[in-house]
């Protein structure tokens, strides 16, 4: 079974703090996803990683950027928190191509105040 | 860039009545077009997929149909019952960019 996994279920950052979303997949997936969740909007792509220290942007990348130091890690950091970036985060993994089932994550609930 | 529509954003229909919700994309060089499940609480989950060389697609009382011509697809549910109750996102696959765009989801609620 995939298991993807997040750091954290419930976050509360105050504005202007640096935060870390952290996923782990333990299937050696080759891609990994970050979405946001929205009521009425979707699940909207804000970055992705196709390899270890590879990234692409994604829908809605600004305010955001990523890491991928290890096949199994892909952290989602926010540089300077802001109110309008509370959400619910997604990540997600697939075995290669966007052709596959993506596995999603339990979601990291961010509130920012 | 890829845009899909999904509607409606919500559902209700009566339990063992049929819910259809539909998706239309915009990049014709789509092929590959997914649904996903979410629960309350839960994540989403693949329920099923489709691929551009067939029209048809059915899993017991799920189903998918494709229109590649109208570039659009649907999701059909026949005799729903009460853990059918879900948000449902149609995505279409992003030619050439390795990642899935979603609809915005359909909020489906089965009455007993």
């Known amino acids: 079974d995939v298991k993807v996994t997040q750091s954290s279920r419930y976050l509360v950052k105050r504005t202007g703090e640096k935060v870390f979303l952290e996923c782990v997949q333990d299937?050696?997936?080759?891609?990994m996803f970050w979405y946001r969740q929205d009521p009425g909007l979707g699940l909207r792509l804000i970055y992705f990683s196709y390899d270890v220290k590879m990234k692409e942007k994604g829908d809605i990348p600004e305010g955001y950027s990523v890491s991928r130091e290890k096949k199994e890690r892909f952290s989602l950091i926010l540089e300077s928190a802001s109110t309008n970036q509370t959400s619910m985060y997604l990540c997600?993994?697939?075995?290669?191509?966007?052709?596959?089932?993506?596995?999603f994550g339990p979601g990291t609930r961010l509130l920012v105040l | 860039g890829e845009n899909v529509e999904q509607h409606p954003s919500t559902l209700s229909v009566q339990e063992g009545d049929s819910a259809v919700i539909k998706c239309t994309y915009s990049?014709?060089?789509?092929?590959?077009f997914p649904w996903y499940k979410q629960e309350l609480g839960k994540r989403p989950q693949l329920i099923i997929d489709i691929r551009s060389n067939v029209g048809e697609k059915k899993d017991q009382r799920i189903a998918v149909t494709l229109n590649k011509t109208a570039k659009h697809f649907s999701l059909h549910i026949t005799e729903t019952q009460p853990e059918d109750s879900a948000v449902y996102f149609c995505?279409?696959?992003?030619?050439?960019?390795?990642?899935?765009?979603f609809g915005q989801g359909t909020r489906l609620t089965i009455n007993p």
């Open positions: 990049d014709s060089a789509s092929n590959y």
């Open positions: 995505a279409a696959e992003y030619q050439g960019a390795q990642k899935l765009v």
């Open positions: 997600a993994s697939s075995l290669t191509s966007g052709r596959e089932t993506q596995y």
């Open positions: 299937m050696d997936h080759e891609n």
